[in-house]
């Protein structure tokens, strides 16, 4: 029988394991308008209340307020109007996270149109086929190179019509040709908008084949911001006297950042973009804007933390270092398990040498995400309940979610002052979460996507199939593997079709063993191999930051990775990283042997995905040799 306690998922279970868990909705799904309306209906009600801000060539951030946004929608708006644009029409965005993406996505719907994210990295051929399978009629580029990109490939794209460069005053253009229209013409296109129109085609990045477009209503959003908003209260509404903020440096072409700006939007949380995620810039911009949250990939939190323990490292404060990281390791899983109600919080040793690390460590961990951040929020993939642990201790709570792009984002969220480390939180409000019998994750909600476009079975450039394989009542499959415990909290342990079976007939999931890995400033990427062998092995590449600050530390500066894969002090260094991987399993799933490769795995050469996964098969294939020679002598 389904059992719930208040303020908890219901629960469902078959035999002893739990196979169901769903939340009801918070907030009630609007019944019209879109997501065109936020900008006027926070002009209407807080005009003067700052929304946005803006960094100029100084770096000097600059509030927009909510009147000075929807005036700058309606004037871009009604530019894509005068270009002849017509409601339904594809507008395709490639730039980095900047203020001007987030402007001319709310133009766009405002004009009635779709909005069709291109991530910046894209290769000539991934652009071309997302314009040509979206059938987009215009196309929003940052810079030149964008421009020449698309410009390339405009002989093959007989529906692109327009092609503006924001650099080059693209929306200054757009802002001037429909000055002389009347703003009705906006107000008109807007409502003829529903919570069923389709908001945007967002093309999953995909670990194999060509991306798929998913298709987003202006519904799916709003049931995935409304009942975040509610749910995440004291990260989303000010708690204190200090005003909620956030800035947002995950690309924008990405489902995650994408409901975030919206989100924040949605919540008046003032927002300000930051286009580059290189160490200085980041941490340049963190200081400047001094958000009080953040939204981010685990690779920024290991960045950070990595980087803190380099810069005690080269003071020779290593040590120390180390001791402070564990201090707060327990430090937070005592808090943790206090919320839990499941103790009694840091015992009294435990909160004076917290005391006394905070302002060595624990301040300038926090001082590097720009002082104020109390909450993050992290996806993409497991953050690692060490790393969970440590910020928690440090002062600075991280939420887990987990989604796809095909849930617009969060599928599950850790709830506020109920956090369980190691998991991804429970269902978001209005979804329900089931586990198969061969353990996929199963989802339903209202944030769950209408399709794929121009998917079989559909109209080609109109219409779209159902979601996936659908297996029955509604349940959307998501190809990961999971387990729910007995409050209803998931864990997600990988990916269905990455699942390894060594030759002795052991299953392995390799996500666990890479998360730990690839937290090791050493490691860059690392890929888990061993399906159908006799043992689990690994491929790792070096990461640069880590690898250079080594080198620096063992008076071996000036030599090249590829001089550095054999050399006895790394391989033992990297042996130590693989060894604490290997503490997280059973002795068949662990690590027998790895190779250091010379090289890194990057989107540029095929075997990374944007969104920083793995594309295994791609891996596989060129390191084919690296692979058999693992397994050519056996490890003792």
Not at 320 to 337: H, L, M, N, P
Request: hydrophobic content about 40%.
């Amino acid at each position: 029988m389904p059992t719930r306690t208040s303020g908890e998922p219901e629960t469902l279970k078959d035999g002893d394991r739990v196979v169901q868990a769903g939340v009801p909705p918070l907030v009630p799904p609007p019944q019209k308008g879109s997501l065109a309306d936020i900008p006027f209906t926070n002009a209407a009600e807080a005009p003067n209340d700052p929304v946005l801000s803006r960094k100029d060539v100084r770096a000097q951030w600059h509030d927009v307020t909510a009147r000075e946004f929807r005036d700058q929608v309606v004037a871009v708006a009604k530019g894509l109007i005068a270009a002849g644009l017509k409601p339904g029409d594809r507008l395709a965005i490639m730039a980095r996270t900047t203020y001007e993406w987030t402007l001319t996505d709310f133009a766009a719907w405002a004009a009635g149109l779709i909005t069709v994210p291109i991530y910046p990295t894209s290769s000539a051929s991934q652009t071309a086929w997302i314009l040509a399978d979206s059938g987009a009629a215009a196309c929003v580029v940052e810079n030149v190179e964008q421009s020449r990109l698309v410009s390339g490939e405009r002989r093959g794209l007989p529906d692109l019509l327009h092609l503006w460069q924001l650099d080059a005053g693209g929306l200054a253009q757009l802002t001037a040709e429909g000055r002389t229209l009347p703003d009705a013409l906006v107000e008109g296109r807007r409502a003829t908008l529903t919570p069923g129109s389709v908001a945007t085609l967002i093309y999953t990045s995909g670990t194999t084949g060509r991306p798929k477009g998913c298709v987003l209503t202006h519904g799916n959003f709003f049931a995935e911001v409304d009942n975040a908003i509610d749910l995440l209260h004291p990260v989303f509404t000010s708690v204190s006297e200090e005003p909620a903020s956030t800035l947002l440096f995950l690309p924008l072409s990405h489902v995650f950042g994408r409901m975030v700006a919206i989100g924040c939007l949605r919540a008046r949380v003032r927002l300000g973009h930051a286009p580059s995620i290189a160490t200085e810039d980041l941490l340049a911009d963190l200081a400047g804007f001094r958000p009080t949250f953040l939204l981010a990939i685990p690779y920024v939190l290991e960045k950070v933390y990595n980087t803190g323990r380099a810069t005690a490292e080269k003071i020779g404060r290593a040590a120390s270092f180390d001791r402070a990281a564990g201090i707060a390791q327990r430090y937070g899983e005592a808090v943790v398990a206090q919320q839990a109600g499941a103790g009694g919080g840091p015992s009294l040793g435990l909160r004076l040498a917290h005391a006394l690390y905070d302002p060595l460590v624990y301040r300038r961990i926090r001082a590097a995400l720009g002082g104020k951040v109390r909450y993050a929020i992290c996806g993409g993939s497991p953050l690692g309940k060490r790393l969970a642990a440590f910020y928690a201790g440090a002062g600075v709570m991280v939420f887990e979610g987990y989604g796809l792009t095909e849930t617009t984002a969060a599928a599950t969220v850790t709830p506020p002052l109920r956090p369980r480390l190691g998991t991804v939180g429970w269902p978001l409000p209005g979804t329900a979460v089931r586990i198969a019998p061969d353990g996929e994750v199963l989802l339903r909600g209202g944030q769950i996507f209408a399709g794929y476009w121009n998917a079989p079975g559909g109209v080609p450039g109109a219409a779209v199939a159902p979601p996936g394989r659908d297996s029955g009542g509604g349940w959307f499959p998501t190809g990961d593997i999971g387990a729910l415990d007995e409050a209803g909290y998931l864990t997600i342990t990988g990916r269905k079709k990455e699942i390894l079976i060594t030759a002795g007939g052991k299953n392995v999931a390799p996500a666990p063993l890479e998360d730990r890995l690839r937290a090791h400033p050493l490691v860059g990427q690392c890929m888990v191999v061993g399906d159908n062998r006799s043992f689990v092995a690994a491929l790792l590449t070096l990461e640069a930051d880590g690898l250079g600050h080594w080198q620096r530390m063992h008076h071996k500066e000036g030599l090249r990775p590829a001089q550095l894969v054999d050399d006895p002090e790394l391989l033992a260094e990297l042996q130590k990283a693989v060894d604490d991987a290997n503490s997280s399993v059973s002795q068949a799933e662990s690590i027998r042997k790895f190779r250091v490769l010379p090289v890194e795995f990057t989107e540029e050469g095929g075997h990374l995905t944007p969104s920083m996964k793995l594309k295994r098969s791609k891996v596989a294939r060129d390191f084919a040799e690296e692979i058999e020679e693992l397994y050519r002598k056996r490890p003792r």
